[in-house]
């Protein structure tokens, strides 16, 4: 019995060692896929922007219906870029992973071109890891900002 609790206690001791470097290497890889996004932004590429998000990827954004597929994700990205956002800041908080799978729970601002803050809020993304790296699969934010008053 006392062998049986070492010998569990080693795999779980195992496990903790193993996955803490794991979800470091693939926060690593999602800042680096983050610095990707907030340079597209800021080169106004909605079309670019698009493509780092999976085949079936969804943004899921409040207030409305998820936007789903390449062509309407660069045409939600096309129209915020359009409505002054001329800025994208990315921090991540925390890195969840396990597999071809990892969870993103972060923070961001959105500002104009004169650096004026327009939003911000988190987000969580689901990211799938495919033959061409880690990519958007789910993104969802929300405003920290209070409802404008009406």
């Known amino acids: ?9 080693a795999v779980m001791a195992l496990i903790g ?3 803490p470097s794991f979800a470091e ?13 907030v340079e597209l932004a800021a080169q106004g590429n909605a079309a670019a922007l698009a493509g780092l ?11 409305t219906e998820p936007i789903r597929g390449t062509e309407a994700i660069a045409k939600f990205w096309g129209a915020a870029l359009a409505s ?10 925390e890195v969840y992973g396990r597999g071809a799978t990892a969870t993103e729970v972060g923070e961001y601002a959105l500002r104009d071109k004169a650096g004026k803050m327009l939003d911000r809020g988190k987000y969580i993304v689901v990211w799938k890891h495919d033959a061409s790296g880690w990519k958007l ?3 969802m934010f929300s ?3 209070p ?3 009406g």
Do not use: H
């Not at 002054?84 to 908080?93: C, I, N, R, S, Y």
């Open 17 to 19: 060692w193993v996955m």
């Open 143 to 145: 405003t920290n900002l």
């Open 53 to 63: 998000y999976a085949k079936e990827g969804a943004v899921m954004p409040a207030g």
């Open 1 to 9: 019995m006392k062998t049986r609790s070492c010998l569990l206690f």
């Open 25 to 37: 290497g693939v926060r690593s890889q999602i800042e680096a896929a983050n610095a990707k996004f």
């Open 84 to 93: 002054g956002v001329a800025a994208v800041e990315l921090k991540t908080l």
């Open 137 to 139: 699969l789910r993104d």
């Open 147 to 149: 409802p404008p008053k």
